[in-house]
């Protein structure tokens, strides 16, 4: 097979997946290790990239993986396997190194090759199928609906709605859910915080805010709409009679205040589901029926909380379901002595509506406060799908945010903190959007709004901005002095390239190359910040060379002696604005043209 020619035909393969399954079929062409390796062991066999290309260009395991099923030595079954993987068209040589590492080095034309599939896929290059149109249900932020977001749900926001791009970049079908929490406490509180402006905007006195309402400047403006609408229609009512209306409508005006905010930072749900219609439609008695149908539910008392001393807890029973026979470290209950269901029991009955929608792989976002909620709710789904269903979910750690390294103040509009929308007028949503991946979602994150405001290294955004900006110009002042060139793409894509060697910007299309794998192994290890730290990187590089170009005329992309050199510069340079174009649209960034 020529791996070389293959890639453009296989454009949904990237060259880590070619090359290895080119590898598996010399061991299963080998008649004394086929009868030995299984299936499982050649999916272990992996394509890596070096950590110094002076190792070589790529590097397999394969010698490592399968020595001890064919009895034979590491570095021995290497040789063999070397001998053979230097058939492979596009292989220059193979070498063992270390305890049976087989590094090789591909051909400058193999390389050149993957020049032209850039070139010929534009941002697209990256995409692949192995999502194979499987559904996947992807539920972030769900914040509370009592007011505006804060910084923390624009971390959780930012991952999922990543996340959802990478895995429809690989192939998968992603619906984007939201989740209402429009039952309980919470959203009682937020109907008589609402009542009290309603009170206001009719000409009433409130001086402080009783303890237990919320106090957010946002709620006057709400209070006020509902006064328009009602008039004095609810004065002098009993709350039972007026707090249903009012906090339907505050409901309704703070998922408004919400999405509004989201669709600021660039981010649209397909689908909202609704806790109070759940419960409406009995799902969580048909949750506790099917449970017990299975023998997982039982009228029982839970161990005193280790630790200190709980002032409140009491030995009492409760209906409980037995997540300890799904890996949980303990059996949890679903209704409270007073008979009344937990979060838990309608979380249940969330998960169970996902399922019975068609989403047995279902993954959400949660703040890094309910960690200790995730055994037993991924238990939970086991339960309630039989086994078919699987839960991921994904943490998000807080974010502190800092004005020159010191904490920004409590937001007056809402109350409490900082709310998301502001940072995002301040800062603008490329920027919110990028920062929030420069850290693993479960490390705390520092967003500095001075920082990000600066044009230097140290500023991740503009750095990576600033390497496509220049790559722009440098399109732009090629025109000057070859104004009769053409530099689009196809014309770029048929340029000689035997100018891009080991001297003048190879190890760049090799770096570029290993994008289609950095895409899948963030979709599939759902590490949505893999490809800001890949951009970064390639960005590093990029600036790196064009620095040397300032020192050595013989490595800058535009050569006035000479249009075919250039031709093939400029199609480098263009191939790294492409793929950082690719990877900025997966972040759900603008790439920027000229810097401001």
Not at 44 to 49: S, W
Not at 293 to 306: A, I
Not at 313 to 321: A, N
Not at 411 to 417: A, D, I, Q
Request: contains cysteine; proline residues 3%; negative net charge.
């Amino acid at each position: 097979m020529n791996i070389g020619n293959s890639i453009v035909h296989t454009r949904k393969m990237n060259i880590y997946n070619n090359l290895s399954k080119e590898i598996q079929r010399i061991v299963m062409s080998n008649g004394e290790l086929a009868k030995l390796v299984t299936p499982e062991l050649l999916e272990r066999i992996n394509i890596d990239p070096p950590k110094d290309f002076k190792f070589g260009d790529l590097s397999t395991n394969a010698a490592l993986i399968l020595a001890k099923s064919v009895k034979k030595n590491p570095r021995d079954l290497g040789a063999v396997l070397a001998r053979e993987i230097e058939r492979i068209e596009g292989v220059a040589s193979a070498e063992v190194a270390g305890p049976g590492f087989i590094n090789f080095r591909m051909a400058e034309t193999f390389w050149h090759q993957q020049l032209i599939e850039i070139l010929n896929s534009g941002i697209s290059y990256g995409r692949s199928d192995i999502g194979n149109n499987k559904n996947v249900n992807i539920e972030y932020v769900s914040a509370n609906p009592t007011g505006p977001m804060h910084v923390g749900h624009g971390r959780g926001a930012v991952l999922g709605d990543v996340l959802a791009n990478l895995l429809e970049k690989v192939g998968y079908e992603v619906t984007r859910e939201y989740y209402i929490n429009d039952a309980g406490a919470q959203v009682d509180t937020l109907g008589r915080s609402v009542f009290l402006r309603y009170r206001e905007a009719l000409g009433e006195t409130i001086n402080e805010i009783p303890e237990g309402l919320y106090p957010g400047d946002y709620l006057r403006e709400t209070g006020k709409k509902f006064a328009k609408i009602h008039g004095d229609k609810w004065i002098g009512t009993k709350e039972d009679e007026w707090l249903p209306v009012v906090r339907f409508f505050a409901i309704e005006e703070m998922m408004s205040l919400i999405q509004e905010d989201l669709a600021a930072l660039g981010v649209r749900h397909q689908t909202f589901t609704s806790e109070r219609s759940l419960i409406e439609k009995s799902s969580i008695n048909e949750v506790f029926e099917e449970l017990k149908q299975q023998g997982l539910t039982y009228q029982g008392v839970l161990e005193r909380p280790k630790g200190a001393e709980v002032e409140d807890w009491e030995e009492r029973e409760q209906l409980l379901f037995a997540a300890s026979k799904f890996g949980d470290d303990g059996d949890r209950p679903l209704q409270k002595s007073d008979g009344s269901n937990t979060y838990f029991a309608a979380d249940i009955a969330y998960h169970r509506d996902k399922y019975r929608r068609g989403f047995d792989q279902m993954i959400d976002i949660w703040g890094a406060d309910h960690k200790g909620y995730v055994t037993r709710m991924q238990a939970a789904v086991q339960a309630i799908t039989r086994g078919k269903g699987l839960l991921d979910v994904k943490l998000c750690n807080l974010v502190n945010l800092l004005d020159n390294g010191t904490p920004v103040k409590m937001s007056k509009r809402s109350g409490t903190f900082v709310t998301l929308r502001e940072v995002i007028d301040l800062v603008g949503k490329d920027v919110v959007r990028f920062i929030m991946l420069t850290r693993n979602n479960e490390a705390l994150l520092d967003f500095d709004v001075s920082k990000v405001k600066d044009q230097s290294k140290d500023n991740p955004i503009f750095y990576v901005q600033y390497a496509h900006a220049r790559i722009c110009s440098i399109l732009r002042n090629v025109k000057e002095i070859f104004p009769d060139l053409n530099i689009d793409d196809p014309a770029l894509a048929a340029a000689n390239f035997s100018e891009i060697n080991e001297g003048s910007g190879l190890d760049f299309v090799k770096i570029l190359a290993n994008w289609p794998r950095v895409v899948e192994g963030a979709a599939l290890s759902g590490e949505p910040h893999r490809i800001v730290f890949y951009l970064q990187d390639i960005a590093a590089s990029f600036h790196a060379f064009w620095n040397r170009g300032n020192d050595d005329e013989t490595l800058r992309f535009i050569v006035p002696g000479s249009a075919d050199k250039t031709v093939a510069r400029i199609a480098l340079a263009r191939s790294v604005a492409i793929v950082i174009s690719s990877g900025l649209s997966v972040i759900g960034v603008e790439p920027v043209r000229e810097m401001r």
